[in-house]
C-alpha cells in the first residue's frame, strides 16, 4: 500500500510518487488532491493501480491522477496517461469498458420558477420516454446497415435520420464523430448487444436531471454559454452501452495473450496494451472510435426523447420549449491529440479514464465560440448535490494534457452506503429539499447516495485553485430521473 | 461447501468463487456472478443456450466463459444459474447454460475483468477472485 510519506509535494494541490518508487516505472506518478484528500486516497488502491499506470511504454511526462480519483481495474478511476505515438501503447482498458461515457447539458430557455408546477409530470415523462435500467430497449432498433453509418458518421447521421436540429453539431465534443471509426473492426456480437440500446439511459450511476442554475461564479463566461441565475438546464450522463462494453471486453481478450510478443511486461493483466503501430492498436482506435460515435448517438436520441417530453408537456402552458446543447463531453476516451512535450510539439495518445478533456481557448478542436472562451467542461455532482459548469484553461495543456476531473469519485461502496442510509430516506430526503425523484429501484438510490461520494465542491475546488479550469456555475438539482 | 462470497469492493463487483474441481469453480463462478446481480425472473421456463468458448490460457478461460455468459445474457434477456458441459477441457469449453428469462437485473455488469483474478489451489480444491466492472 502506498502511503501519505511516500508522496511528494510538487507544489499547492499537485503531489508526485517519484519515478524511483519502483524500479518499473518509466515516469513519476502525479496527483491532484489536497492533504486530507490524499489520506483518504491512501485507504483503496487508487495509488498503486496509478504507478502500475506509469510503467506502460512511451508514456510521456507522468501518470495522472484527478482529485476525484478511485480505485478501478487496471488504470485508477480519474486516470490520465499520454504515450508517445510512435514509441507508445494504447490500453483499452484505459479507456474502459463504458467508452465514451460522458455528459451532455442542454440549456433550455425557461426558469425555476416557470417549470416549477410541471416539475412532477416533465420527470415523469421523461422517465417514461428514456428506457432505464439494466436490459431496457430503446423505441429504435436498428438494422445492420443503419448501426454501421451511426457507428460511423455518429450524431450527423442521427440528425439525418431526424433525431436532432444541425445546429447540435458543433457543441458536441468532435462534432459528434470521431474521425477513423470503422464499423468493420466492431464485432457482430458488440453490434447485436448495441442494436436496440440507442436512446437507453442504463443503470448504476447514469442519471438525467433537470437542474437549475444555482451560482455564478464568471458572469461573462456564463452570458457566453446563454446562463443565468435560476435557468433551467438538463443534463444526461450515460455511454455506449452495451455495444462498448462488448468491443473493449473482445479487445482486452484478444491483446493479452499478444502481450509477451511485444516484449511488454505488465503489472495487471487489466492494463493490456497494443503498441500504437500495430494492428491490432489501429484496430482497436477505429473500434473505439465507432463505439465513441454510438455513445453520442445515444446521448442524442436521449436529447430527442427529452425534447419531446418538454414539448408534450411544457408547450400547453405557452413557455418557450427549446432545448440547445452547451456542450457534450466525454470522460473515457483514448484520442490523438497534440501536446507540448519538453518544449516540442508532439503527437500523442492521450487516454482519459473517468476524466474529461478540458482544453483551453485556441485549439482547432473547438467550434469557434469555444475557441475564443475554452471548452465547457460538465462535472456532475451526486444526487442532490451539485453539478458543475467549468471552463477549460491553457494551464491545464500545459499541466494535464488539458484534462480536469469528472465528477465527485466515490468514496463508499455500494453495500456500505446500503448499511449507512435507505433508498427510501434518501428519497424522503430529497423530496424534502424540493427534489423529485423518479427511480423504481430504492437500492440503488441508497447505492447512488451522496454520502457515497466525495464531496463534488472540494474536487472542483482543486480543479481551480490548481489552475486546471475555470468555475462558471453551479447547477443544483430539480429532478432526478435514474434507473437502478 | 460455500458456492461464492461477494467481497467488499470500492466501486465495483468483487466475489470469491469457491469448488472441489474446475468445473464445480466455473458453475459456482456463473452462479455466483448471476445471483450477485439479482435478476427479475419472468418465469421458470428453463431454456438452455449453447456456447463455445476458447482461449489461449487454461486461467483465463474462466474470465472469457463469464464474459461469453453475459453476452448471452444480454441479446437474449436471460439469467443462468446452471450450466452442463459437453466438453471441458483446459483451453476449450462446449456448455450448455440453464437459464431463465428475466425483464433485466437489479445491477448492470459491464464486463468481466482480468483485474487481479487468478484461480488458487485450497484445501477444498480451488477458489477463484474475480472482479466485475459495474
Redesign the interface.
Known sequence: MIEYKDLKKIKDYIFEIPKSYRKDMRVPARVYATEQMLKDIGGDRSLWQLVNVATLPGIQKYSLAMPDIHEGYGFPIGGVAAMDFNEGVVSPGGVGYDINCGVRLLRSHISADEIKDYLRDTAHQINRDVPSGVGRSGELDLTPGQIDAILEKGVPEMIKMGFGREEDIEFIEENGCLAGADASKISDRAKRRGHDQLGTLGSGNHFLEIQRVDEIYDKNLAEELGLEKDRVVVMIHTGSRGLGHQVCTDYVKMMVPKIDGWGIELADRELACAPLKTKEAKDYLAAMAASANFAWSNRQMITHHVRGAWKRILEPHGLDVTLDIIYDVAHNMAKVEEHEVDGEKKKLCVHRKGATRAFGPGRPELNKLYQRIGQPVLIPGTMGTSSYVLIGTNEAEAESFGTVCHGAGRRMSRGEAKRKITGPEVRKELESRGIHVECASSRGLAEEAPLAYKDVDNVVDVVEQAKLAKRVVKLKPMAVIKGG | MEKYK?L?????LKIRVFGRDRKELFANALLGMFES?EPDIISREEHPRKIEVSS??EE?ILV?FL?EAL?QS??H?ESYHGVKFEIFEPTKIIAHLIGYP???????I????????SINKTKDGLEANI?F??
Do not use: C, M, Q
Not at chain 2, 467488499?8 to 465495483?12: F, K, M, R, T, Y
Not at chain 2, 459491464?110 to 483474478?117: G, I, N, P, Q
Open positions: 461477494v467488499p469492493h470500492l466501486a465495483d446481480i489461449k490460457s483465463l472469457d464474459s453476452y444480454d441479446v434477456n428475466v425483464k433485466g437485473f437489479r445491477e448492470e459491464k464486463a468481466v475483468t482480468y483485474h487481479d483474478f472482479i466492472d459495474i
